[in-house]
């Protein structure tokens, strides 16, 4: 399936609830309200008139209309119909795993296991449900036709972002991860408009890589961001914008299924890339695996006699 007929697909209903927890930061506290009315109970608000809802979450019907805006919606009968449709999509999940990632104090390790896995496995899917496969594709054709890519984050992100190094590296792409303040300013810096600068942060917000990406972005690199949400200061600065769709859980877990989110898209990013030069990407990932080879220990089993 080529990239324009993709595109052309449905997303699916439960978009409308990713794109609400990414819209979160940026919304006024009486909007906020809402929303996450909203996202406790999708069900309940599709059901109900505007009065309600704005009974319900202490405001008033102008601000429910500002907030259906905001989200991308002209108005709030569009909101209803897209509730109803997120709201039997997840119902129909939580027959089969546990959609809150809540995670109790009575909770037995298997209640934990799979809260984790469902809230990682579900990161991931709505990740996949929700990326704009336009931007994905400008951010292939930058990162593969780029003279260097310098990739900054912090925490998980760093490790995200060392992930992505690697992988170019063994494309042959010129590649660096800059985790340390001082460090990604300087690099930044020395970028100019035939490079790509990288931003990786879950919240959006994290100062040394949202500096680091404002220097490269007044350097004329090409800057893209990977983040969870669209308004954040990362966001702002960034060329293109890749969004994932983690959900904030009990002890952070979050900061668990972000990175999961993370890790799918720059690997998506990453397989795009390896796709514009198939057979030059092919030869250079095997040349390296053949390499890496003659490390691993060679250890012969020996069976048992027979009895």
């Known amino acids: 399936m080529n990239t324009a007929m993709a595109a052309e697909l449905p997303k699916p209903a439960a978009s ?26 999708p069900a309940r608000i599709s059901e109900s008139a505007i009065t ?30 897209a509730l109803a449709r997120a709201a039997q999509s997840e119902e129909g999940d939580r027959h089969n795993a546990p959609v809150s990632g809540v995670i109790l104090k009575t909770d037995s390790l298997g209640d934990i296991v799979a809260k984790v896995t469902h809230a990682d496995a579900r990161a991931v899917e709505e990740t996949g449900a929700a990326l704009d496969l336009a931007v994905l594709e400008a951010a292939v054709s930058a990162v593969a036709t780029a003279r260097r890519v310098d990739i900054y984050g912090a925490g998980a992100s760093a490790l995200v972002g060392e992930d ?15 985790s340390e303040a001082h460090q990604a300013l300087a690099s930044a810096a020395l970028l100019g408009p035939a490079d790509v600068a990288i931003g990786i942060s879950h919240t959006g917000t994290t100062l040394d890589t949202v500096d680091a990406l404002r220097v490269a972005s007044e350097r004329g690199a090409t800057t893209l961001a990977v983040t969870n949400f669209s308004g954040s200061p990362v966001a ?10 983690a959900r904030e859980t009990t002890f952070r877990s979050g900061a668990m299924s972000s990175r999961i989110a993370q890790l799918a898209l720059v690997d998506c990013l990453f397989t795009g ?32 006699p027979l009895t």
Do not use: N
Request: proline letters at 4%.
């Open 236 to 245: 702002m600065l960034a060329d293109l914008v890749l969004i994932t769709a």
């Open 164 to 178: 992505l190094r690697l992988k170019l590296h063994r494309l042959g792409l010129v590649s660096f991860l800059w």
């Open 52 to 81: 309600a809802v704005a009974r319900l979450c202490q405001t008033s019907e102008t601000t429910v209309l500002r907030f259906c805006r905001a989200v991308g919606l002209a108005g709030y009968p569009e909101l209803r119909i």
């Open 273 to 304: 890339v390896a796709q514009r030069s198939y057979d030059r990407a092919v030869a250079t990932l095997e040349t390296t695996y053949a390499v890496v080879q003659t490390r691993r220990r060679r250890v012969s089993r020996v069976l048992p």
């Open 16 to 41: 409308i609830l990713i794109r609400i927890r990414g819209a979160m930061p940026d919304l006024r506290p009486a909007e906020r309200r809402v929303a996450e009315a909203v996202l406790v109970d």
